[in-house]
């Protein structure tokens, strides 16, 4: 995990949106932000764009806990 920036996950948010925006047009994303964790979520075709959590492997279940 050289690469990938523990803690970043609120300061990626917006580049995670363009990008998801961009690869899945057809999406109704949204921004989902808590104390402790920034989401990209498209809640209408179940995807969650993190890929922050997905190089640490952390699972969908997890994410969505996070961000509720």
Do not use: K
């Not at 949204?30 to 995807?47: C, L, M, R």
Request: proline fraction near 4%.
């Amino acid at each position: 995990h050289s690469y990938v920036a523990h803690g970043a996950c609120h300061w990626m948010a917006r580049p995670y949106l363009l990008l998801a925006e961009e690869l899945f047009p057809e999406g109704n994303w949204q921004t989902v932000e808590t104390d402790t964790h920034t989401a990209v979520i498209d809640y209408d075709n179940g995807i969650i764009f993190d890929l922050v959590f997905y190089a640490y492997g952390i699972s969908p279940e997890t994410v969505l806990e996070m961000v509720h």
